[in-house]
């Protein structure tokens, strides 16, 4: 096998932490696929943690022992977070986005890509501490924003879905609330997807009185699972108490006026 240059081996590595966030890569790993020692792939981790820092752009965590190795962790600045966010708000604050009934289009920048990838890993930054092993969402549009936090953390997603599936299996079932239109629903999982004990991360797309959020909380606990936090997109400023007791949006929807075609969205962060 020829053997790989260092600039080569930087742009490799650099390539494999930052494809699986919060993934424990060993350095005997990449020891062998790189046909280099150790020490010589510590020399390269410390030059892109450097770099990645430097960029705001995240960290590499590297932890000592027999089941240690090096992860990558997609932390930003607070300054970097703002920015971005206020980039967010002004991708839904355009008169064209309203639509009839008061309501506001989303779904483009809900289904991309690289939009949910950031909300996602600032998710991931403001819940590190909670260690959640599991992200829940319910079968809607906040599906792929759900899925990039899970993807940050590099831990399973779970969809509830409305209605029970005969591919799932055994199922629990609950009625929940919608706190905006008042109107009872029904939600379900498979029992397989949650284990008694988890922690869970609820994440979902939009948030008016809570009631989708306070069903999936009372979902996860019917299970024995502990949710350790909820996360959403965007939340409107009224009602101001909503049916979760505590909840991090990234966005408050502050006014719609479909009259005078006038959005009002800023960061909440």
Not at 101 to 120: I, K, N, W
Not at 188 to 214: C, E, H, N, Q, Y
Request: with cysteine.
């Amino acid at each position: 096998m020829e053997k790989i240059r260092r600039m080569e081996r930087l742009v490799i590595l650099a390539k494999h932490l930052t494809n699986k966030p919060s993934h424990l890569f060993s350095l005997g790993e990449f020891a062998d696929l790189f046909g280099c020692a150790k020490s010589t792939l510590s020399e390269d981790i410390s030059l892109i943690r450097d770099t990645l820092e430097l960029q705001g752009s995240g960290t590499l965590e590297t932890l000592s022992g027999a089941a240690g190795g090096v992860r990558y962790l997609p932390w930003r600045s607070e300054q970097v977070i703002h920015e971005t966010l206020v980039r967010l708000a002004g991708l839904f604050d355009r008169p064209d986005r309203i639509i009839p009934g008061g309501f506001l289009y989303m779904s483009d920048v809900l289904f991309s890509p690289e939009t949910m990838v950031e909300a996602g890993e600032i998710f991931f930054q403001r819940f590190a501490a909670q260690a959640p092993n599991y992200v829940l969402t319910i079968e809607t549009k906040g599906i792929p924003l759900a899925l990039m936090t899970a993807r940050a953390f590099n831990v399973p997603l779970v969809i509830a879905r409305q209605g029970s599936k005969v591919t799932e299996g055994s199922a629990v079932s609950i009625n929940y609330l919608t706190g905006s239109a008042r109107r009872i629903q029904t939600m379900s999982m498979s029992r397989r997807a949650l284990p008694a004990g988890a922690r869970v991360l609820v994440i979902d797309d939009f948030m008016k009185a809570g009631g989708t959020a306070r069903g999936l909380v009372d979902l996860a606990a019917e299970v024995g699972a502990v949710v350790v936090g909820t996360g959403v997109l965007i939340a409107t400023d009224q009602p101001e108490k909503k049916l979760v007791e505590e909840y991090t949006a990234l966005l408050i929807l502050h006014k719609i006026d479909e009259n005078l075609k006038q959005v009002d969205i800023r960061p909440a962060i």
